[in-house]
């Protein structure tokens, strides 16, 4: 029996031993999970860029004393897109805007109504300094879209004085 026991326990040695070197296997790892993709961000809405951040048309500001008018003439062009004319005691503006339109200065926001693209101020009307005293520039937009963003300058206020 000694030689049965021995047999037992050199075999179950010798499959220890074996049992040792032999790989476990192992469960495979799972692939790793997709990385959640993150929406692409919506573009901001394009902001509105108001009267004050436009950029200001280009041109300049002609006065004639003979005429009493100021006129702002776009660069190469002879037609102005503005014209303030004392006439009467009262200032004729001129335009190519039409219906009643929203003139935006830095002291506010008022309404001119044109008719046929012509509307008359009296000379003593507040939204005639408001244009001439407005900071830097002054807009004038229509309903319909139009919209002119004009530079403040002296012949503005010339024409406005030849009317009081």
């Known amino acids: 029996m000694k030689r049965s026991a021995l047999r037992y326990v050199a075999t179950a040695a010798l499959m220890m031993a074996l049992a040792g070197c032999a790989a476990i296997p192992q469960p495979e790892a799972p692939p790793p999970a997709p990385?959640?993709?993150?929406?692409?961000?919506?573009?901001?809405?394009?902001?509105?860029?108001?009267?004050?951040?436009?950029?200001?048309?280009?041109?300049?500001?002609?006065?004639?004393?003979?005429?009493?008018?100021?006129?702002?003439?776009?660069?190469g062009s002879a037609n102005p897109l503005l014209t303030m004319v004392c006439s009467g005691g009262g200032i004729?503006?001129?335009?190519?805007?039409?219906?009643?339109v929203s003139l935006r200065t830095s002291a506010g926001t008022d309404q001119i109504r044109f008719d046929g693209g012509n509307a008359t101020l009296p000379g003593r009307d507040p939204r005639l300094d408001r244009i001439a005293f407005s900071r830097g520039r002054f807009a004038l937009e229509a309903p319909g879209g139009g919209a002119l963003t004009l530079p403040v300058q002296a012949e503005i206020g010339r024409v406005i004085e030849d009317c009081r």
């Open 35 to 75: 990385r959640p993709v993150a929406p692409a961000p919506k573009p901001a809405p394009l902001p509105t860029v108001g009267w004050e951040d436009r950029a200001v048309d280009r041109g300049a500001w002609r006065y004639d004393a003979a005429s009493r008018t100021a006129a702002f003439v776009p660069t």
């Open 92 to 100: 004729r503006l001129t335009s190519a805007l039409d219906g009643t």
